[in-house]
Nanobody, 127 residues
Framework: QVQLVESGGGLVQAGGSLRLSCSASGGTFSTYAMGWFRQAPGKEREFVAAISWGGGNTPYADSVKGRFTISRDNAKDTVYLQMNSLKPEDTAVYYC????????????????????WGQGTQVTVSS
């Protein structure tokens, strides 16, 4: 059983930056592809970014491309989401998720393919 704990959320002004962290325990982190999703009030959960366990495959949602960067440190069992140039529409609860991956390049943008989820961290961007 893998446990995921997100941190780093908060309140920031538009144009500001935040870095989210997701720490994993209870599994072999280096064999999981990791993803970030978000859910705004009244909206469905949506894909933000993902990273293969090898780190070489990192798809992004079009809405965050060029502003957000996903990375991972397998030695620390942690995945990060650096968020720059934040906009009010980025306001949401951000979740990290783990997908037991068959190889170093595999990654998915489909939430139902992820095996484990964190509890989420709130990000609020004021205008």
């Amino acid at each position: 059983q893998v446990q995921l704990v997100e941190s780093g959320g908060g309140l920031v002004q538009a144009g500001g930056s935040l870095r989210l962290s997701c720490s994993a325990s209870g599994g072999t982190f280096s064999t999981y592809a990791m993803g970030w999703f978000r859910q705004a009030p009244g909206k469905e959960r949506e894909f933000v970014a993902a990273i293969s366990w090898g780190g070489g495959n990192t798809p992004y949602a079009d809405s965050v491309k060029g502003r957000f960067t996903i990375s991972r440190d397998n030695a620390k069992d942690t995945v990060y989401l650096q968020m720059n140039s934040l906009k009010p529409e980025d306001t949401a609860v951000y979740y990290c998720a783990a997908d037991l991956s068959p190889n170093a390049w595999h990654v998915t943008m489909k939430s139902y393919e992820y095996n484990y989820w964190g509890q989420g961290t709130q990000v609020t961007v004021s205008s």
